[in-house]
């Protein structure tokens, strides 16, 4: 009896302090939960808050953002919204990446479309100097490859461990096939080096 009257005790602490605990996180760590969870509702409330700059909260542990988490998920309308309310297209999560780079080399080119117009840079690069451009050569991503070159990726900017531009991964790769092509009739640009890490 008084192990169950200690149980109960302890059951109602705890119950009593989920509400304060709960209020005690973050508005940017609740703000990310909003996007997982796709509650937009509480993520509205939280970006109208005034002054508010968790649009761009980084995941302690993984360093996304709340757009690197809508493009992994391949959500466009996620995508949207968090772009019309000021998400930065070019921040890097702690593998260092960028939400291009991740749609990039994902089969994404919805997602593509979507970080270039809102800004993204279409030659920006991840911490290993690859850009958009390069991770959809490697993932052999033919809709994603042509949409980047039509609208002007550069096929010529080295990664920075192999040195191997986007038209070099093509061209040496025996299964590329059209996407081969494409990048071979592609104009030659400047070789320039992909850019390192910045944030």
Known sequence: MIRTWRTFLSLLCLALLAGPVAAQFSDSFNFLKAVRDRDAPAAKALLDKPGTTVVNSR?????????HIAT????????????QHGANPELRDKEGETPLTIAAGANFPDGVRILLAGKANIDGSNSRGQTALFRAVQARD???VKLLLELGANPDIAEIQTGQSARDLALGDP???PIGKLLADAPRRTRAAGAGPSR
């Open 175 to 177: 299964r590329a096939g």
């Open 72 to 83: 992994k998920r391949k959500d466009p309308p996620w995508m949207g919204f968090l772009l």
């Open 59 to 67: 995941d302690l542990g993984t360093g996304e953002t709340a757009l």
């Open 142 to 144: 033919l809709s994603t």
